[in-house]
């Protein structure tokens, strides 16, 4: 897969980015999908698009697909995403230290939160909820 590009704009707390289409706020990569696929974003309504990469921040088109709700829902089982957190947001299958939360943070300006949640063997969830303070808040 080729790499992710990420969008300069300002992100959501679950790191999407906004543009404004017609007057209306929509996700960057919504956008992104119709533009590349040439259809509306009406044409979409009730679907919703996908990362391949996993990484809420990529509007690369290659890295986007078209599904539904159950489909997403689907891919995060599949790829283990869905959260286990425990006491102090940590991951259940991995216990990370304080020094690993902060490597995290210096790094994710470098690597995809996939890359990082394999180094530090958890989710992708948990590196995103690491990264915007959702989790770790102490640190």
Do not use: F
């Not at 707390?13 to 906004?18: A, D, E, I, R």
């Not at 259940?92 to 890359?115: F, H, N, P």
């Amino acid at each position: 897969m080729s790499d992710c590009i990420i969008s300069a704009g300002a992100k959501s707390l679950k790191g999407y980015s906004q543009s404004t289409h017609a007057g209306k706020q929509v996700p960057t990569h919504r956008l992104i999908y119709c533009v590349a696929n040439k259809i509306s974003i009406k044409s979409i309504k009730g679907l919703v698009v996908r990362h391949k990469c996993d990484n809420p921040g990529c509007i690369n088109p290659d890295h986007l697909e078209l599904g539904t709700h159950q489909d997403n829902m689907d891919d995060k089982v599949a790829r283990n995403r869905q959260s286990h957190v425990g006491v102090r947001g940590q991951d259940r299958s991995k216990q990370l230290t304080d020094g690993d939360v902060l490597l995290i943070r210096a790094e994710y300006l470098l690597c995809e939160y996939k890359v990082l949640a394999a180094r530090y063997g958890v989710t992708v969830q948990t590196i995103c909820d690491i990264v915007k303070r959702r989790s770790w808040k102490h640190i």
